[in-house]
């Protein structure tokens, strides 16, 4: 079947939905589909069009079988605001649609939210070409708004944004989510529990894989190869609360070795550089994101890796970065909050243990009992891994997926 796959963030993006929306539209194309993806230029996380995509309005390339046609976004920079990100979202609303029209006729549309004015030009692209379409949700945006408290609850932005939403989500033919809890959510906004279905986010587990820590390149490019390497490494963002973990650092000084290394975002980084300067922590190393072709390296240095979210996260949405740290083989420790999806999967998986959000002392003690019992740690690793090869395995997404799009097209 031809597949439209409608997201604004893709390779070579390394966090985020990029990784996932690449090796879905690369799978497909394996299994003998053809795919195309509309998308931006490519920009996440330092939010800065990349070298090679500048001034550029229109850019089509193809990569492993996948047609990628990209269009010009705004972008202000690296914290943007209100404004700024309707701004850029609308961009792409604007210039997605040229790329959407310019290419053949797809059997079903795959579109992915956030951002939430992309269901706009999805909505009358499908309109014109009669086009079934499939919502991915990865967020529900008026909540993600509200808990990172970026617009008034009662303004008319967050009332606009529900309205947006529940429209979209009456009118296209089905909804896919990541997590158990955004279906009993939607279910709520009155969203009818058969239009729903739930197929966590995937991890490539052949690439993603436990491998020895000896003569590790990560390690020895950071000089950490007689450390106990607690890692944290993605989106810094305003659900996370980095500064959790400093504080947890200044508690462990003591212990040398065990180190510290969250790996991010520049601007990111930046502001974490003054925290570990107010806590005079000397035991965090601050790095910026690895390529995604050495992260299988990186992840396996670590000993212990980290999931932290602050505590009016909402609660039913399920980090990305769990299914890779699971299938990593790597111990998690979860600073999430205690009625959360990230909290019932990491105990369900066998592979982590959880501590309450925001409290570095808790937080350093968790470290603390796993750096002296390696035993634990290794069968957190072996758990993990187990759990995320049966539950989140690539093949067993794109099985569901082709099933699903089956099902939508020919509907009994």
């Avoid at 509309?38 to 193809?62: D, S």
């Avoid at 990491?346 to 390696?374: C, F, M, R, W, Y």
Wanted: aromatic share 8%.
């Amino acid at each position: 079947m031809r597949i439209l796959i409608y997201s604004y963030n893709y390779y070579p993006e390394p966090i985020g939905i990029a990784p996932l929306m690449t090796e879905l539209a690369e799978g497909l194309v394996r299994r003998g589909h053809e795919v195309r993806v509309v998308t931006g230029m490519p920009n996440y996380p330092e939010r800065r069009i990349y070298e090679g995509y500048r001034n550029k309005l229109y850019l089509t390339e193809e990569r492993n079988g996948v047609m990628i046609q990209r269009s010009y976004i705004w972008v202000r920079g690296p914290k943007p605001g209100l404004l700024d990100r309707l701004l850029l979202d609308s961009s792409f609303m604007v210039t997605s649609m040229v790329q959407a029209f310019n290419g053949w006729r797809p059997d079903i549309i795959f579109a992915t939210v956030p951002p939430l004015l992309v269901s706009i030009p999805v909505s009358i692209y499908a309109s014109v070409l009669c086009c079934p379409v499939i919502l991915n949700i990865q967020d529900i945006v008026s909540e993600a708004a509200l808990r990172v408290k970026l617009v008034n609850p009662d303004g008319i932005v967050i009332k606009t944004a529900k309205f947006v939403e529940k429209l979209t989500y009456e009118k296209v033919n089905r909804i896919s989510v990541i997590a158990d809890g955004f279906v009993d959510k939607l279910v709520e906004l009155g969203i009818p529990k058969n239009k729903i279905v739930c197929i966590p986010n995937w991890v490539d587990t052949n690439f993603i894989k436990p491998s020895s820590k000896t003569n590790n390149s990560f390690k020895i490019k950071y000089q950490l190869q007689d450390q106990f390497v607690v890692l944290y490494s993605g989106n810094i963002a305003l659900t996370q609360g980095l500064e959790t973990v400093i504080k947890a650092a200044k508690l462990l000084r003591s212990i040398p070795e065990i180190s510290f290394v969250i790996a991010g975002e520049h601007e990111a980084l930046q502001q974490l550089e003054k925290v570990c300067q107010e806590y005079q922590t000397e035991n965090v190393l601050l790095i910026p994101l690895e390529p995604r072709e050495k992260l299988p390296e990186m992840l396996a240095a670590a000993d212990v890796g980290l999931v932290v979210q602050k505590r009016r996260v909402t609660v039913f949405n399920l980090p990305s970065k769990i299914p890779v740290l699971l299938a990593s083989g790597c111990a998690i420790i979860g600073s999430v909050p205690d009625t959360g999806t990230a909290k019932d999967v990491i105990l369900k998986s066998g592979g982590g243990i959880v501590v309450p959000p925001e409290d570095a002392e808790s937080l350093a003690q968790a470290i603390t009992e796993l750096h002296k019992n390696p035993e634990q740690l290794e069968t957190l690793g072996n758990y993990g891994r187990k759990y995320a090869e049966k539950h989140y395995s690539i093949e067993q997404a794109l099985d569901r997926y082709e099933q699903l799009f089956t099902q939508v097209l020919s509907p009994e």
